[in-house]
């Protein structure tokens, strides 16, 4: 623990703000006039190419800048009087900019942009406390504090320097990447820097998890073995958790709970060479004498993610205490869902949003309820949604029903799954629900795939007597594994509402040993075998069959919106080998003399 004076540097004159309307204002980075078509960009979202929905019901999602304005943003918040800050990222160079933004709940065209701050160097994040915004920049932690008078003036003040080894100097002898988030809870604001890379000094950078306490200006590291937390975000109790990039010893995108002390399990480069690219060779070992911390939840990389973003604490609507992230690589928002399981959290991921301008970086909530995400991305390549890098949207609340899974809770036989609203009534058959499980394990190699993908038998289904909870019974339910859960398509609410979410995924690092949650079941089905015993095996686009020996068949293989992808037909024992078009998840029917099977074909990329 490092004990820092808060330093009171006023720069040289006030920054007094200027307006910028949408026809001359053009920040760094911006790319000119463009309407953007929702309906020609649907048929390229994960989520689409998935047999997914993409807009989340019970939401009216836009665009939320003007054509000829579009920012690439690294941070945002709201101050008391209603107006956004809009932080306008350079990356890695001088340049940054925050503005203030009137009328960001209105049409978009009347948008107003007022700069208060530039020249900020590589900033990554902002919070507003008291009407004051803090914001971290490579040469530290500073704040804009607004002064009395007409116009209205803004002075940025210097709060304290990084105490992470190699970051002391700031930009010129620090790390190429800038501090990451930066999150309130319990009167401190948290940060962290990934270890991913060596631009500083070597050897010195394990990549950290830190806190500075806004009473006392002490500064203090929490965590060690960071790789790139590119996100971050607070619950209500207060504790911390960060997202982390796929990579080396993250074979998936992990969602992590910052705990002080803690190691998370990425060994820090020694140099600068090998690790260069797109892949570290050379890093010191992991540490053998202490604990490595596995992830509170694995968030699928590939169709699903890619480069997990800030994190959002949700207050309002039927998810209010979980979190939105967003992913600056994908087309797609993340809804998080985590609980406590023998004193751990854990928890389910699902979709919340698709069809996007570009891939979110920042998100905050405004007075009125409304969801904004900032864009911000870099090149073509890992880190931007079809090339695109700028740009801000809004979800705003309807009040509809939103037709999803709602959460998904851990029991000594399964899973309990909440609905937002009551299923139908045949919606509750074991037919309708699959489950398959695997597990990741970290390597220094960059990312990995899910290993020993089973398929599980659901041994009971229960129902709640208003159809909103299930209990899903599953066979062969071990710990230390990530279930995926499946609904068949067509599934409705008892309104007749197609089911938005069809899909969650549960890490299950510890197995509740309390029954089901829910207290009033009724109606309980036993499941029959509901998996074929056919082996698939599936590949660059090609998948291969053996079905049993099971008499006279048929397999058909359809998608999750129910559309027939391929049928082939035997007798006995048999083999097929299938040219596939597309890379989403498949349900496989199989017709016998002794019944009708099914069983899930896991994608290539889950």
């Known amino acids: 623990m490092a004990r820092m004076d808060i330093h009171w540097l006023v720069l040289l004159g006030l920054m007094v703000p200027t307006a910028v309307s949408p026809v001359n204002g053009q920040p760094v980075g911006w790319k000119g006039p463009g309407n953007f078509d929702y309906t020609k960009h649907l048929a390229k979202t994960p989520s689409q190419a998935a047999g997914l929905p993409d807009m989340p019901p019970g939401f009216e999602a836009s665009l939320a800048h003007p054509n000829n304005f579009n920012p690439l943003v690294s941070g945002l918040d709201f101050l008391s009087d209603g107006r956004m800050v809009l932080l306008h990222s350079s990356y890695t160079d001088k340049g940054s900019i925050i503005y203030l933004v009137d009328g960001a709940a209105g049409p978009r065209e009347q948008m107003k942009f007022t700069k208060i701050a530039g020249d900020i160097l590589g900033s990554f994040g902002v919070e507003v406390l008291d009407n004051e915004i803090y914001y971290l920049a490579q040469d530290g932690i500073w704040k804009l504090v607004k002064k009395s008078g007409t116009p209205e003036t803004w002075e940025q003040k210097f709060i304290a320097k990084y105490i992470v080894p190699g970051m002391e ?66 619950n209500a109790a207060g504790d911390v958790f960060f997202t982390d990039n796929q990579g080396e010893y993250r074979p998936g995108s992990p969602v992590y709970h910052l705990v002080k002390g803690r190691h998370y399990g990425m060994a820090a480069p020694r140099g600068v060479t090998g690790n260069q690219g797109g892949t570290m060779t050379d890093m010191f070992p992991l540490p053998t004498d ?10 699928p990389f590939g169709s699903e993610s890619r480069s997990l973003t800030n994190m959002l604490y949700l207050e309002h609507t039927a998810f209010q205490g979980q979190f939105l992230a967003g992913d600056n690589a994908r087309g797609a928002v993340h809804r998080i869902q985590l609980e406590k399981v023998k004193g751990e959290y854990q928890g389910a991921y699902f979709q919340f949003s698709g069809v996007l301008e570009a891939g979110v970086q920042s998100l905050t909530t405004g007075p009125d309820g409304t969801i904004y995400g900032g864009a911000l991305g870099r090149g073509t390549g890992g880190h931007s949604w079809l090339g695109r890098t700028a740009g801000l949207m809004k ?3 309807t ?25 139908s009534a045949p919606a509750v058959a ?22 020993d993908i089973r398929n599980h038998k659901i041994t009971e289904l229960q129902t709640s007597a208003d159809r909103r909870t299930l209990a899903i019974s599953v066979d062969g339910l071990e710990a230390n594994r990530i279930y995926r859960i499946m609904l068949a398509p067509g599934i409705k609410t008892a309104d007749g509402l197609p089911l938005f979410t069809l899909n969650a995924w549960y890490t299950l690092n510890q197995i509740n040993e309390a029954g089901p949650l829910t207290t009033s079941m009724i109606s309980p089905v036993r499941a029959v075998e509901n998996f074929s015993k056919a082996i698939f095996q ?30 082939v037909s035997g007798a006995g024992a048999g083999s097929h080998v299938l040219q596939l078009g597309t890379s989403s998840p498949l349900v496989a029917v199989l017709n016998t003399p002794s019944g009708i099977f099914s069983q899930i074909v896991p994608p290539e990329e889950l």
């Open 169 to 234: 100097g700031g930009h010129n002898n620090g790390s190429r990447y800038p501090m990451f988030n930066l999150v309130h809870a319990k009167g401190s604001l948290y940060f962290g820097n990934g270890a991913y890379k060596n631009f500083n000094v070597p050897g010195r950078n394990e990549g950290y998890g830190l806190k500075l306490d806004l009473a006392t200006g002490e500064q203090e590291i929490l965590g060690r073995g960071l790789r790139m937390p590119n996100g971050m975000g607070a």
């Open 290 to 299: 202490e604990p490595l911390y596995s992830p509170a939840i694995w968030v």
């Open 395 to 397: 979800w705003k609340p």
């Open 399 to 423: 009040g509809g029903p939103l037709q999803s899974i709602k959460r998904v809770s851990s029991q000594r036989d399964g899973f309990d799954m909440e609905f937002t609203e009551a299923l």
């Open 430 to 451: 074991p037919e309708n629900f699959w489950v398959l499980s695997y597990y990741y394990k970290p390597t220094p190699a960059y990312g990995g795939p899910p290993l």
């Open 538 to 567: 599936r590949r660059d686009g090609v998948l291969r069959i053996r079905v049993p020996d099971v008499g006279a068949y048929t397999l058909k293989l359809v998608d999750l919106r129910g559309i027939l992808v391929s049928t």
